[in-house]
DNA sequence: TTTACATATCTAATAATTAGATATATCTTA
DNA sequence: TAAGATATATCTAATTATTAGATATGTAAA
């Protein structure tokens, strides 16, 4: 790898000399004499081998490869700006990335919104999105594989905040032939029809399906079930608020079910290590509350 | 905006001493003292106000802080290089830029492929590209808007290299009236339809459609030709290469005229100014005639 | 012209960086 | 566990790069 010559103190100058209008203004600003600003262009210069400034009259005026250039050394100076600034939140304590494991039933818009508003106070913290599933949050409180998690179980020895409560909603697709029958549907009706279970991620085996029927088809994800749902194939309590684009687009249609139609599930945050929360995931966290609680009202 | 404290060399420091292993080698590869290389980086960790590395036994092992910004600081050295190595390139009378307009009968896929060859050669020359159609490459010439040109017409007082014959077929939408005649097709009965073509987006109002029918839509670009003839509003002549897509995909069909199926025009690579021509525009201009008449092979 | 304003360059002073020497710490091995 | 090998930390002196001050030079406006 080539070891850069330039200093990053020779393109700060050599944009003063641009930003302010001459070497005496620029000296001005950057509280230097003139003649080191002088010096410090000139060897820039030498040191590229090229002029990247002429004077022209009595100001100064770049050359082509000149605007160039410094319009890239901009970029290069803000950025080694930008790393030290992270520096400065490393130093608060500010974590470098976020691991947040996130039960697949939280509503995606939810966990958009909070990510949208953190972004623009994260401090140049990364996130790490995980989707599970049932007790694949367990498994990775377990393990220490994020900080933070929302699960619809809490642990033994963890402690989780009510986020908020989800509805999952009995679908099939319109043509199904449960949708045919005309009347309300009894657990007789879809004990001859195939249920779609989320099946569990985790290793402990948690199964979403409560029923008993002979027809189970367990699927890994969320999205493969509203797919498999969609595509005519079974039925299955699917997340409300995952399904509303289905259901106007007719994908997808509520179950007349004579009772249990609806489901409910709440979901929990929480901190995989209590004691020691970074500033970053603790405002992720509130952002994640907030958020939940905001739009439930 | 803040000034960076850092210095580049500082940065290049810390990275030799976890990429050599250690303090010692780092100076050894840096060709400076030990003593040297450890004052560097006790500075950087003063000025930054927390700690990259710490010794561990023998050896230093990166914080978590120092590793994310280890790794943002390669790209920060990275990129200074860049710039100076494009220093280099512009000393040696390599363009910043260089502004290209394309005929719009010219295959796409030839520009495509010139331009792939030519983007590693580069040297951080950056193309602009414009679309034109017939004078339009003319009046673009003339007002001195490109570097390199392409285009049917080669203006006086420029020179031109021929590049490719391109050739026009008329085509309609396959349920066209003209495709349900169940015969040949003779000027009588193109007479009767719609006539697409593509009028010019120069000043000089020079027209591709040399019949004189009374029913014409005139269309910007290429693209909207194809567009207007895809759905079935009329019929024109567009270039083979540039609709083989839609001939495949049965949205255009062939029209069997009687005569004047096909018509040949003849596109020719024109440089802006051949007294001063730079080595990126040079380099792109034998890629583009190579590409063509390979292909043309 | 003269004046005002701006850059270039010379020299001396100053500050930052480097090397050399040596102290200190850790691992290895006997 | 002590000696040897290897590695970093720190002190001081030397070196180098950068800066300021003074002055020369060049351009535009009055």
Redesign the pocket.
Known sequence: MNTPRV?L??WR?LQA?IDH???????EK??????????????LQGQLGLKLL???????VLSEAGKVLLQRSRQLVADASAIEQQAHHLEQGWEAEIRLAVEAAYPTQYLMQALKQFEPLSKDTRIRLQEVVLSGAEDILLKGDAELVISPYVPQGFLGEELIQVNFIAVAHPEHALHQLGRDITTHDLNRETHVIVSDSGSKGIDSGWLNESHRWAVASLESARKVISSGLGYGWLPEKEIEQQINNHELKYLPLKEGQRRTGILYLIYANPDQVGPATRQLAELLKQVSHDMEA
């Open positions: 200093s103190d020779q100058t000399v209008g001459g070497y005496a203004q620029a000296a950057l509280h230097r004499s003139q003649s080191s600003v002088s010096y410090a262009v000139k060897r002429h004077i022209e009259g009595r100001n100064a």
